[in-house]
């Protein structure tokens, strides 16, 4: 009987403690915002961060001979500073052209929320370079053990790429306890992966899903067996010679990246991934990406259908790269980032522009919102 109690007794604490695991896991999302506050670009002051190092060996951009000799029509102008921008910057043929910030120093940090999203798929392109990652056609369950159950075996890296896994994150659920308000503020990016599971075919239809970055992030972490912080360190911020130490923000226990989101960085530092982008994955004569995978980044995923757009096929977006497409017939590659954090490629004019700012989140027009056209055009009035 004394045995049988003490089993009884072990059960009930192994249960308690399984129980508090998951609670703590399901729920400290709602400690950590109440303890950080709705989120901000300025994020990194209040939340778990790990450094981005630059090796010590900052190269300022080179300006050009106009530089900041220009002044913006005042349409333009007005539109920027409208939009709430602290940052505006121009670069062309490798040189700094035009910059200006509003209520922002040009050595502050600021967040870059989804346009890290960018990043994460210059990780995985290096990874395939590497021959860590054999393609993008390989299973996510060659990587993840939650991905070797049922219908998510066929889930492929490059559904996750291009936003079109089918899995059950749901970007629009703004709920306290939705998967985004656990991604954003829980404690283990693991475990909100491991909640996931399949609600429709992976490799038909486009639809946003932070989650499907989060997922990539995970296995960049497992293949490299290095955190994003370091890989991000090691391959882009010093060869290419950061002007300061970045930033990202970690989960409520400091145990991953948050990889959907959450880089912090200066805009002139923003400004590299452009140029690398720009090169075709090539920095000051360095290859850090193949040109093939660059190219397949910034090329619409056209066999992927919109349901939002009857179906038509997606003309927008690549392995985690928006294009926009300007009314003057220019396919422009894009980083993309709530409240807008804009860094954009425009190949025609061998130029970057990055917009930082707080702009009011407003329902967008085909994907894209309203102000990507005005900061365009903003950049393009002081392009020669």
Not at 121 to 136: P, Q
Not at 190 to 204: H, N, R, S
């Amino acid at each position: 009987m004394k045995l049988l109690r003490n089993t009884l007794l072990i059960i009930a604490v192994l249960a308690l403690t399984g129980y508090a695991a998951t609670y703590t896991n399901r729920f400290s999302h709602l400690r950590n915002f109440v303890s950080w506050g709705p989120h901000t670009i300025y994020d990194f002051r209040t939340h778990p961060t790990r450094v981005v190092e630059n090796g010590n060996a900052p190269q300022p951009w080179p300006l050009d001979s106009s530089y900041n000799k220009q002044e913006l029509p005042k349409a333009l102008l007005d539109s920027i500073e409208k939009q709430k921008t602290i940052a505006f910057l121009v670069f062309q043929d490798g040189k700094l052209r035009y910059e200006r910030y509003w209520n922002h120093g040009k050595d502050s940090l600021s967040g870059s929320f989804s346009a890290a999203k960018s990043i994460i798929s210059l990780l995985v392109g290096a990874a395939i370079d590497e021959g860590k990652i054999k393609s993008v056609e390989q299973p996510v369950a060659d990587f993840l053990d939650h991905f070797k159950e049922g219908d998510l075996k066929k889930v492929r890296l490059r559904d996750l790429l291009t936003m079109s896994s089918g899995l059950s994150w749901k970007e629009s659920d703004k709920g306290y306890f939705s998967l985004n308000a656990a991604g954003y503020y829980g404690d283990d990016e693991a475990y909100m992966v491991d909640q996931l599971t399949v609600k429709e075919a992976p490799g038909k239809n486009w639809e946003y899903r932070s989650g499907d970055t989060q997922v990539l992030g995970l296995v960049v972490e497992k293949v490299f067996g290095k955190s994003i912080s370091e890989l991000v360190s090691e391959r882009f911020a010093r060869p290419m010679h950061f002007e300061q130490d970045a930033l990202w923000l970690l989960d409520g226990a400091s145990k991953h990246e948050k990889a959907f989101c959450c880089f912090n960085a200066i805009a002139r530092d923003y400004g590299r991934f452009g140029q690398l982008v720009l090169n075709k994955g090539v920095w000051n004569g360095q290859r850090l990406v193949s040109e093939a995978y660059i190219n397949q980044a910034i090329t619409p995923a056209s066999y992927l259908h919109d349901p939002t757009d009857g179906g038509k096929p997606v003309d927008y977006y690549g392995f985690q790269y928006w294009i926009v497409n300007h009314p003057n017939g220019m396919k422009v590659p894009q980083m993309n980032g709530l409240f807008g954090q804009y860094v954009y490629i425009i190949p025609e004019k061998n130029a970057v522009i990055v917009r930082l700012g707080n702009s009011t989140v407003v329902k967008p027009v085909h994907h894209y919102q309203p102000e990507n056209f005005a900061f365009i055009d903003a950049g393009l009035a002081l392009l020669k």
